[in-house]
């Protein structure tokens, strides 16, 4: 049964620091960047990214290892019902032992099974001279095709471990998810822009600052719809913007405080979030000093951010 703790090749009990440092050297390792941007490279990227998204988070990591527990527990117990009883007192059989009289009793009883088969062998060969000669028949028994697929069958299929340990235990079976398609509008009702800028129709704020903050979908082959949210005491939204794939946008004259960024693929919905970061404004002898951040959104060379997903009530 293939793990999270597999997929980061890192031992069930591993602090944080081994599970981040793991993540991040598979990642440098199966980055599509790294091999040709095949179609193995991403699928290997999305369970890297659900496991490290489950084992770093505290909770998450204590509710999957109770899962894991109780399916190998589930598996220990029906190991154990399909092993051989060992013999025990209550079951072990004394044989009698067996004298003269019993002897005789056998082979009297021997010679007549053997003179009722030999009397049945000659009635039947006997017989077979009187008897029409019949061509032999054979006889296959058919199924129509309904019945391979049908639910009794299906049934005894055996669960995807590493699927119900994902997802939950069980139902085996789950409805498809409808793909995504991305809206002809932003959620303000007005079109997408043509290239990286602020979304219309909704009020920019965080103005005053001196530090910026650049986003660098460069290496994304995906349009995205992301926001520069503030993380204080309550988190609340600062700038809104669109950026086409390839494409870099930068947020100017931003206060200082803790953001993050949070951001939806319109290729396929996927909600992602960074870490937090600081915007710092430092007065000194000359000047001020203040903060210019780049982050890439996808996991590229060189990329300063961690990405984790996250719900539509988190966007």
Known sequence: MQTHYDNLRISENAPLEV???????LSLRHHPDQNGNSSESHRIMQILNSAYAILSDTEKRRQYDERLAAIRATQRLKDE?????????????TTPKKGFFHFLVKILLFDLRLTFCLGFLIWMWGDSFFREQKPKTTYQQTYPSSEINSPAKLAQDRFDWGKILNEGYPPPTRPKKPAYLCPKTNPYGFPWPM????????????????????????????DVHLKLVSIGTTAYLVRHCFIPAQAKFTFKSIIKGKFDVRYRDLSDGTLSKTEEFTLQENPTPTGTEYSNITLALYEVINGNMQTETINESEF
């Open 19 to 25: 599970i981040r440092a793991a993540y991040k050297a």
């Open 195 to 222: 290239r990286a800028s602020y979304i219309e129709g909704v009020e920019q704020g965080g103005y005053g600052g001196l530090s910026s903050v650049t986003i660098d979908n460069s290496k994304n082959t995906s």
């Open 81 to 93: 019902q399909h092993k051989d009883p060992k013999p025990t007192p209550q079951n072990l059989v």
